[in-house]
């Protein structure tokens, strides 16, 4: 088993710039590729990025693309999402996610383990 605990959101303007941060205990989180999800009222769950186990590989959502990176330090068992530039749009209940593997999954339904969520807030 796998806990995921996020924390790090809360309210910014737009414009504004927040980091996100997942920690993991239980099993070896280094064996583990990470992601970040976000899902809006009243709209699904959807992808926003993804890191692989050696941290050398990510993919991101074309709507963060460029505003968003994703990283993580296994020597903490912690993945973090550095958010820049942040508009009202992306404003949802961020998860992180995680699941043992070599790719770099993008469809929550291959994730295996969920934190919580946290709430980010964008104000115009």
């Known amino acids: 088993q796998v806990q995921l605990v996020e924390s790090g959101g809360g309210l910014v303007q737009a414009g504004g710039s927040l980091r996100l941060s997942c920690s993991a205990s239980?099993?070896?989180?280094?064996?583990?590729?990470m992601g970040w999800f976000r899902q809006a009222p009243g709209k699904e769950r959807e992808f926003v990025a993804t890191i692989a186990w050696t941290g050398r590989s990510t993919y991101y959502a074309t709507s963060v693309q460029g505003r968003f990176t994703i990283s993580r330090d296994n020597a903490k068992n912690t993945v973090y999402l550095q958010m820049n530039s942040l508009k009202p749009e992306d404003a949802a209940v961020y998860y992180c996610?995680?699941?043992?593997?070599?790719?770099?999954?993008?469809?929550?339904?291959?994730?295996?383990?969920w934190g919580q969520g946290n709430q980010v807030t964008v104000s115009s």
């Open positions: 239980g099993r070896t989180f280094s064996s583990y590729a």
């Open positions: 996610a995680a699941v043992e593997t070599r790719l770099l999954p993008v469809s929550q339904a291959l994730y295996d383990y």
